[in-house]
Nanobody, 125 residues
Framework: VQLVESGGDSVQVGGSLRLSCATS????????MGWFRQAPEKEREGVAS????????YYADSVKGRFTISQDNAKNTVYLQMNSLKPGDTAIYYC????????????????????WGQGTQVTVS
């Protein structure tokens, strides 16, 4: 299984970025795909997730209305569109996956996910 993130960059406050997570080695259309982030000296936190089987999505309150998670089954890729970026969004963003549907009570837990990407840096200033 491989998860490869891309799209991280340095942007100004109010700007936008789109992160991508290209996957291989598992059934993309029947998985829970999550985006997490980790800022310096902070714990890794769930940002958004999507059940690729029915496109059901979940978001952290801090990003609702600004971030959108989506999937492209033809490319086995999940995206995170980030708009209205704030300095508090600065972090390393990680893509994660597990083989079951996402659930409201567990989608944001690091321990729910088996596979992880290497991360991509997002800096907002």
């Amino acid at each position: 299984v491989q998860l490869v993130e891309s799209g991280g960059d340095s942007v100004q406050v109010g700007g936008s970025l789109r992160l991508s997570c290209a996957t291989s080695g598992f059934t993309f259309s029947a998985a829970c795909m999550g985006w997490f982030r980790q800022a310096p000296e902070k714990e890794r936190e769930g940002v958004a997730s999507i059940s690729t089987g029915d496109s059901r999505t979940y978001y952290a309150d801090s990003v609702k209305g600004r971030f959108t998670i989506s999937q492209d089954n033809a490319k086995n890729t999940v995206y995170l569109q980030m708009n209205s970026l704030k300095p508090g969004d600065t972090a390393i963003y990680y893509c994660a996956a597990h083989r079951y549907d996402c659930y409201a009570g567990s989608w944001s837990y690091v321990s729910s996910y088996v596979h992880w990407g290497q991360g991509t840096q997002v800096t907002v200033s």
